[in-house]
Nanobody, 125 residues
């Protein structure tokens, strides 16, 4: 699996954005996918995770109700829809994949074996 996150950029507070996670090897359906984010000087934190078919989904408490993770098994893609964005959501967002947790995705980033390059989301007030 070779991951690439995309869709980041500048957005105003209260706005929305969709991030995409693509797998150039087109094997993403075999993996659970997690989204994580990181700001300078801080550790990478969990955002959301979904099983291979999207039926099991988990969110960090601060993202519940605002962020939605989804899978498109036909396109071998994963998405993170972000609504009501806040300046504190500014970060580099990463998608990650793990095969061992394909049906029960993990919040722990250490369990993810594959990571893509991040995409920067900048929320201005």
């Amino acid at each position: 699996v070779q991951l690439q996150a995309s869709g980041g950029g500048p957005v105003q507070a209260g706005g929305s954005m969709r991030l995409s996670c693509a797998d150039s090897a087109r094997s993403l359906n075999r993996y659970a996918v997690g989204w994580f984010r990181q700001t300078p000087g801080n550790e990478r934190e969990f955002v959301a995770a979904a099983s291979w078919n999207g039926l099991a989904r988990y969110y960090a408490d601060s993202m519940k109700g605002r962020f939605t993770i989804s899978r498109d098994t036909f396109k071998n893609m994963a998405y993170l829809d972000m609504n009501n964005l806040k300046p504190e959501d500014t970060a580099v967002y990463f998608c990650a994949a793990d095969r061992d947790t394909v049906t029960n995705p993990a919040r722990n980033q250490d369990l993810y074996d594959y990571w893509g390059e991040g995409t920067l989301v900048t929320v201005s007030s």
